[in-house]
């Protein structure tokens, strides 16, 4: 299983970005996905998920929108209002349906190599 994310780049805080994933080798529809952060110095932490529902860290709920194509195999991250705080390196991920946790790394099974998002003020 492959996940290319792109999209990421500057951006003056207030802007927007819209980030891709697009997936390799597997049944798409058979997992769920995720999106998460890592900025220097702290801990990898989500973002947003998507199976059949949408769920969102209360630190990007309103902003984040996260969606799926199941035609592309992809699945996106549009982010609106970008602030300096949002600066990190996004990674997409993929979990098996089964999965419960959502918002826990470790439930994820395949992860795409990130792309920087860089927000100034």
């Known amino acids: 299983v492959q996940l290319q994310a792109s999209g990421g780049g500057l951006v003056q805080a207030g802007g927007s970005l819209r980030l891709s994933c697009a997936v390799s080798?597997?049944?798409?529809?058979?997992?769920?996905w995720g999106w998460f952060r890592q900025a220097p110095g702290k801990e990898r932490e989500f973002v947003a998920a998507i199976s059949w529902s949408t769920y969102y860290a209360d630190s990007v709920k309103g902003r984040f929108t996260i969606s799926r194509d199941n035609a592309k195999n992809t699945v996106y991250l549009q982010m609106n209002s970008l602030n300096p705080e949002d600066t990190a390196v996004y990674y997409c991920?993929?979990?098996?349906?089964?999965?419960?946790?959502?918002?826990?790394?470790?439930?994820?099974?395949?992860w795409g190599q990130g792309t920087q998002v860089t927000v100034s003020s």
């Open positions: 991920a993929a979990a098996l349906l089964d999965r419960t946790n959502y918002r826990a790394t470790y439930e994820y099974d395949y």
């Open positions: 080798g597997c049944t798409f529809v058979s997992y769920y």
